[in-house]
Each structure stands twice: as C-alpha cells, then as structure tokens.
C-alpha cells in the first residue's frame, strides 16, 4: 500500500523515536503532523519538509481529552483526512513501589495510557467515517515482563497492550488497523545516561549484544502503515530480549 499523501500524527515527536518516525513517514511522502507539550524546535521542521512533505505542529498535551481531540480535528482540518496515528507520547517517573505516591502512579497512566485511549478515541471517529485507518501504539517490553522500580510504567504499558488488542477487534470490520511496538534498549537520550556498567549489563540481556536505534523502530511503524493484514498484534524492537513462545 501507497502511503503518499497520508496524514500522519505522531504524538511526543519533537525528539527521540517519535522524532524519528515521523521522519520515517516524510520519507515515504507522508504529510506530518508533529506533537509535544512544548514548542517543537524549528530544525526539527525543516528536517522534516526538507523531504517534500508539508508539516503541521500542534502543541497541547494528549492527556486531556479535549486537547486530543483539537489535535485530531486541527489534522482534518489541516490535511482533510486522518489516515495514520501513532501513539508515542509518553513519560517515565521511576520509583521503587512502596515510595510510590498516588501522583507518581497517577501521572504516568494518564500520558502514557489514557493519553492513548482519548487519541484512539477521536480520531476512530474520522477514520470510521473513511473507512480506512492505521493506528501505532507504542508499548515496551516493560509491559510484557515488568521491571523492579518501574511499577507504573509497567502499568500503563501493558494497558497500551490491552487497549490495541481490543481497539483493533472493535475497528477492524471498517478496514482499521490497530496494532502496538514494544521497543526494549533503544539509543536515546535516555540510554546516554545510563553508565558504561549498566549498558554492559543491558546488553548481556539482549541475545543481538547490541541496543536497538530509533529508526529499527520508526521502519517498524511503517511496515505496520503499509501492511493492512495485520492487526492486533504487538511486535517487539528488542534484539531478542523478550521472545514469546
């Protein structure tokens, strides 16, 4: 399948994978629309018109319904259509679990799980009226096998999990795809912190002894974007980390 001229939203995509996925898209003459609670840097726009695509920014956090919502009639509004969604706005608060408060727990489900569930939930509405669509969600393989420390993150990504797999049987009858990517270590910002000791120890995990890079998961977006006979399914960016009998 084509995906010239598609319009696409990719949440949290002022950097990192979502950065990089939207990019991926431009690549493939996809129309973007970027997302971040910030302003996103002008650079980031250039990169992405400087493959000859129009961009749309749209600033606002998808944890508020109604913000979410503006988000997807701004994109009809902008381009006519919605034809793709990728869902990777998200943030982590690592905590041991009993030093975990109410708002600790809180404020990662609402970005990373409910902010999900009220993009799902407007733009199915357009695409059920086209009778056509592609929705990513991003998971992690934290929401498959847990992580000491990580209690809500785990949570709200496993929920991510839920959510695709009932999303993509309610939607599938008008030719909507739902499925989800569960990355494990990808170079990010958030992988150069960690020391030289703990990279090491990651990647003894890792069957590949390699961190994956953010465009392994931005080509994985795509394929699921051109692919319109899978749905339902979570695939895993993780060199082997968690593999699934």
């Known amino acids: 399948m084509t995906l010239k001229d598609k319009a696409v939203i990719v949440t949290g995509s002022s950097r990192g994978i979502g950065k990089a996925i939207a990019l991926e898209f431009a690549k493939k003459d996809c129309n973007i629309v970027l997302n971040g609670r910030k302003p996103i840097a002008d650079t980031v726009v250039q990169e992405i018109e400087a493959e000859g695509v129009r961009c749309h920014c749209f600033i606002g956090d998808v944890s508020d319904f109604d913000c979410a919502k503006q988000l997807i009639d701004e994109t009809k509004e902008v381009f006519g259509s919605v034809d793709i969604l990728v869902n990777n706005a998200g943030i982590t608060n690592d905590k041991l679990l009993m030093r975990m408060s109410e708002d600790d727990f809180d404020s990662i489900l609402n970005v990373n799980l409910k902010g999900t569930f009220n993009t799902i939930r407007h733009a199915s509405s ?45 939607l599938a009858a008008r030719g909507i795809t739902v499925n989800a990517i569960a990355p494990g270590f990808i170079e990010t910002d958030m992988t150069d912190e960690l020391s030289d000791k703990v990279k090491e120890l990651s990647k003894q995990q890792i069957p590949l002894n390699r961190f994956g890079t953010v465009e392994d998961v931005a080509k994985a977006a795509v394929f699921l974007s051109e692919n319109k006979y899978i749905t339902g399914q979570v695939i895993n960016i993780d060199g082997g980390m968690v593999m699934n009998g």
């Open 126 to 170: 357009v695409m059920l009226k086209q009778r056509s669509g592609t929705i990513i969600n991003l998971s992690s393989v934290i929401g498959q096998i847990g992580n000491a420390g990580q209690a809500n993150y785990a949570a709200s990504k496993a929920g991510v999990i839920g959510l695709t797999k009932s999303a993509a049987r309610e």
